[in-house]
C-alpha cells in the first residue's frame, strides 16, 4: 500500500513540475510574439507604407529610428519628423515653427500609427509594463491575454491608456487588442486583426476597429462583448503600399 501511495505521489510530483514547465511567463509570450512577427527584422529595415492619403516612413539612420509622416496638398508637401526627443514640421524644404503643445499632439499622432503598424515590436520597450492576466477563448481559440500599461516618463501623453492583447497560444501573434483611451471624452476601442501578410520577413496586418456603445464597458471583459456580437464596427485599419527594405 505504502509503494502505491508513494508512487501516486511522485507521479503527482512530475505532472505538477510538466504543468510549470509548460508555463510561460509575460515576458516570454512576447518574445515569441515579436519573433513570429519579424524579430530582428524589425530592428534593421526601413519600412514604408500608406495610411489615410498619408505616407508614413520609419528610418534607421545611424543606429536610431527615424520616424515621418508625408502629407501631399495642392501646394505643398508638409514633413513630420519625429526622432526620440524632438519634432520637426517642414513646407517643402522650409523648417516651420510651431508651439511646443502643437507640435507634441503631432508627435504623438506620428508615432501612434507607427506603433500600430509595428506591433508587437515596441512591447518590450522600457517604458512598457505588461501583465499576464488570463488564459482565454475567443471564437474557438486559446488565447494569453496580456494588460500593457506605460511609465510617465517616456509614455507619452497618453501614458496612462490601458491596453490588452489577445496571443494566439498556437502561433503567439496578437490577433486582437482593445485600449481604453482618456482624452477626447474617452472610450473603448477593441480590434480584430485581419488581411496578414509578411513583407520581406515583417508581418502586417490591417484590423476591423469596434467600439463599445457604453462607455462604461469593462475593457476586461470587452472579448466577451465581441464573441457576442455586441460590439459596433466603427472603421477598418489599412495599410497600403508597404515597402521594406534593408537599413544602410
Same mark, same amino acid.
Given at each position: 500500500?505504502?509503494?502505491?501511495?508513494?508512487?501516486?505521489?511522485?507521479?503527482?510530483?512530475?505532472?505538477?513540475?510538466?504543468?510549470? $514547465?509548460?508555463?510561460? !511567463?509575460? #515576458?516570454?509570450?512576447?518574445?515569441?510574439?515579436?519573433?513570429?512577427?519579424?524579430?530582428?527584422?524589425?530592428? @534593421?529595415?526601413?519600412?514604408?507604407?500608406?495610411?489615410? !492619403?498619408? #505616407? +508614413?516612413?520609419? #528610418?534607421?539612420?545611424?543606429?536610431?529610428?527615424?520616424?515621418?509622416?508625408?502629407?501631399?496638398?495642392?501646394?505643398?508637401?508638409?514633413?513630420?519628423i519625429k526622432k526620440h526627443?524632438?519634432? #520637426?514640421?517642414?513646407?517643402?524644404?522650409?523648417?516651420?515653427?510651431? %508651439?511646443?503643445?502643437?507640435?507634441?499632439?503631432?508627435?504623438?499622432?506620428?508615432?501612434?500609427?507607427?506603433?500600430?503598424?509595428?506591433? %508587437?515590436?515596441?512591447?518590450?520597450? %522600457?517604458?512598457?509594463?505588461?501583465e499576464l492576466i488570463g488564459?482565454?477563448?475567443?471564437?474557438?481559440?486559446?488565447? +494569453?491575454k496580456v494588460k500593457v500599461?506605460? !511609465?510617465?516618463? =517616456?509614455?507619452?501623453?497618453?501614458?496612462? @491608456?490601458?491596453?490588452?492583447?489577445?496571443?494566439?497560444? $498556437?502561433?503567439?501573434? %496578437? !490577433?486582437?487588442? $482593445?485600449?481604453?483611451?482618456?482624452?477626447?471624452?474617452?472610450?473603448?476601442?477593441?480590434?480584430?486583426?485581419?488581411?496578414?501578410?509578411?513583407?520581406?520577413?515583417?508581418?502586417?496586418?490591417? +484590423?476591423?476597429? +469596434?467600439?463599445?456603445?457604453?462607455?462604461?464597458?469593462?475593457?476586461?471583459?470587452? =472579448?466577451?462583448?465581441?464573441?457576442?456580437?455586441?460590439?459596433?464596427?466603427?472603421?477598418?485599419?489599412?495599410?497600403?503600399?508597404?515597402?521594406?527594405?534593408?537599413?544602410?
Amino acid at each position: 500500500m505504502k509503494k502505491i501511495i508513494l508512487f501516486f505521489l511522485a507521479s503527482c510530483i512530475i505532472a505538477c513540475n510538466e504543468n510549470q $514547465a509548460d508555463k510561460l !511567463d509575460v #515576458q516570454q509570450i512576447i518574445d515569441k510574439a515579436i519573433e513570429a512577427s519579424g524579430g530582428i527584422h524589425h530592428e @534593421d529595415s526601413n519600412v514604408s507604407f500608406s495610411f489615410r !492619403d498619408k #505616407q +508614413y516612413v520609419a #528610418q534607421i539612420e545611424n543606429g536610431k529610428k527615424i520616424l515621418k509622416r508625408i502629407t501631399y496638398t495642392d501646394s505643398l508637401k508638409i514633413i513630420d519628423i519625429k526622432k526620440h526627443n524632438s519634432f #520637426q514640421r517642414f513646407f517643402n524644404d522650409s523648417l516651420i515653427s510651431i %508651439p511646443d503643445s502643437i507640435a507634441n499632439r503631432y508627435s504623438n499622432s506620428v508615432n501612434s500609427v507607427h506603433y500600430f503598424a509595428r506591433l %508587437p515590436f515596441g512591447l518590450n520597450d %522600457p517604458a512598457v509594463h505588461k501583465e499576464l492576466i488570463g488564459e482565454v477563448e475567443v471564437n474557438g481559440a486559446s488565447y +494569453y491575454k496580456v494588460k500593457v500599461t506605460f !511609465d510617465e516618463n =517616456d509614455g507619452g501623453d497618453d501614458f496612462d @491608456d490601458i491596453y490588452i492583447y489577445w496571443f494566439n497560444k $498556437a502561433s503567439f501573434k %496578437p !490577433d486582437f487588442l $482593445a485600449y481604453e483611451f482618456h482624452v477626447n471624452g474617452g472610450g473603448i476601442r477593441f480590434r480584430q486583426a485581419f488581411n496578414e501578410r509578411y513583407i520581406n520577413e515583417i508581418r502586417f496586418v490591417d +484590423y476591423n476597429n +469596434y467600439k463599445a456603445n457604453n462607455k462604461k464597458v469593462d475593457i476586461y471583459k470587452i =472579448d466577451s462583448l465581441f464573441a457576442n456580437n455586441a460590439l459596433e464596427l466603427l472603421s477598418k485599419i489599412e495599410l497600403k503600399d508597404i515597402k521594406v527594405e534593408e537599413a544602410n
